[in-house]
Nanobody, 125 residues
Framework: QVQLVESGGGLVQAGGSLRLSCAAS????????MGWFRQAPGKEREFVAAITWSGGYTYSADSVKGRFTISRDNAKNTVSLQMNFLRPEDTAVYYC??????????????????WGQGTQVTVSS
């Protein structure tokens, strides 16, 4: 069983930065892809960024390109999301997710089979 625990959320002013972290635990943790999603009130969960565990290839949503950077530390079983130039529209609960098999895509919630509990990010204007 894989457990994912996010940390690093909080309140920040527009233009500021936050760094989210996701710590994974489990007897054998070897995902194919790790991803970050977010869900704002009244909206569907949306893809933010993903990274392949072995090669470190990254993918990002157009809305965060140039502002958010995903990275991973295989030795520590952690994945991070550095968020710069934050905007009020980035306000959401951010979720870490793991895909332990290759589903063919990386941007759909259904691609991932393990999820963290989420961490709140609030950006004030």
């Amino acid at each position: 069983q894989v457990q994912l625990v996010e940390s690093g959320g909080g309140l920040v002013q527009a233009g500021g930065s936050l760094r989210l972290s996701c710590a994974a635990s489990g007897r054998t943790f070897s995902p194919y892809i790790m991803g970050w999603f977010r869900q704002a009130p009244g909206k569907e969960r949306e893809f933010v960024a993903a990274i392949t565990w072995s090669g470190g290839y990254t993918y990002s949503a157009d809305s965060v390109k140039g502002r958010f950077t995903i990275s991973r530390d295989n030795a520590k079983n952690t994945v991070s999301l550095q968020m710069n130039f934050l905007r009020p529209e980035d306000t959401a609960v951010y979720y870490c997710a793991a895909q332990t098999y290759w589903s063919g895509t990386y941007h759909l919630s259904s691609d991932y089979n393990y999820w963290g509990q989420g961490t709140q990010v609030t950006v004030s204007s």
